[in-house]
């Protein structure tokens, strides 16, 4: 056996083998360097080249790409106010990883996203934080881990369903006033529809939009 016109010695991963009369060139493993073109020189018991024939193999080799994330986790939380969902996923092996999240409430299919689906990229660790989020919806997340060599299969697809706050305060109104001899402001509102609902009233002396 040769490739590039050099003959193949029985290295780690090549092995010779021997069936009846004929030698067999066996990868017990592959790597990117047993890409290539091989040939099959064959000679009669008298080593003969008048005999002599070749034929030619190629070995086309995949570039490994990393394989599926598994353990993908979704849970739920707000932020400013407003909601938003924390993903978590298992690291898959390799170096050089990052990995993106897709997500969409267009729940695609189970093995990838729709079009149109938005992501988050370029994720080393193993979690991120999706904000800015619609209330009381529901969300379907795909997660795939990139390398050099290109992106592996993406997540199976896992949703949940982003908490659903109170709306807006409104009818804010506040009165000047004092208490034992200091000012004070009175703050009222209407309250807003639900039950268990409590309130933060946050103030300032810079005139701001919010906060």
């Given at each position: 056996w040769y490739t590039t016109g050099s003959r193949v010695e029985a290295t780690?991963?090549?092995?010779?083998?021997?069936?009846?009369?004929?030698?067999?060139?066996?990868?017990?493993?592959?790597?990117?360097?047993?890409?290539?073109?091989?040939?099959?020189?064959?000679?009669?018991?008298?080593?003969?080249?008048?005999?002599?024939?070749?034929?030619?193999?190629?070995?086309?080799?995949?570039?490994?790409v990393p394989p599926e994330v598994q353990g993908v986790n979704i849970s739920r939380s707000t932020s400013n106010g407003s909601p938003s969902l924390t993903v978590s996923w298992t690291a898959v092996p390799g170096s050089g990883i990052t990995y993106t999240v897709w997500y969409s409430t267009n729940s695609g299919t189970t093995a990838e996203p729709p079009s149109?689906?938005?992501?988050?990229?370029g994720i080393t660790g193993t979690s991120t934080t999706l904000n800015g989020l619609a209330q009381g919806t529901q969300y379907y997340i795909w997660v795939v881990a990139v390398s050099s060599d290109g992106k592996g299969p993406y997540s199976t697809r896992v949703s949940e369903i982003t908490f659903t706050g109170p709306s807006q305060v409104s009818g804010?109104?506040?009165?000047?006033?004092?208490?034992?001899?200091?000012?004070?402001?009175?703050?009222?509102?209407?309250?807003?529809?639900?039950?268990?609902?409590?309130?933060?009233?946050?103030?300032?002396?810079?005139?701001?939009?919010?906060?």
């Open positions: 780690s991963g090549e092995v010779w083998t021997t069936s009846g009369p004929a030698r067999i060139l066996v990868f017990s493993t592959f790597a990117t360097s047993h890409a290539g073109t091989y040939s099959c020189l064959v000679k009669n018991r008298n080593d003969m080249t008048t005999t002599t024939f070749t034929t030619i193999y190629t070995v086309v080799l995949a570039t490994p149109g689906a938005l992501n988050v990229s804010v109104t506040v009165t000047p006033s004092s208490l034992n001899g200091s000012p004070t402001l009175n703050v009222t509102w209407t309250s807003p529809t639900g039950s268990g609902i409590s309130y933060i009233v946050k103030y300032s002396t810079t005139n701001q939009a919010s906060p």
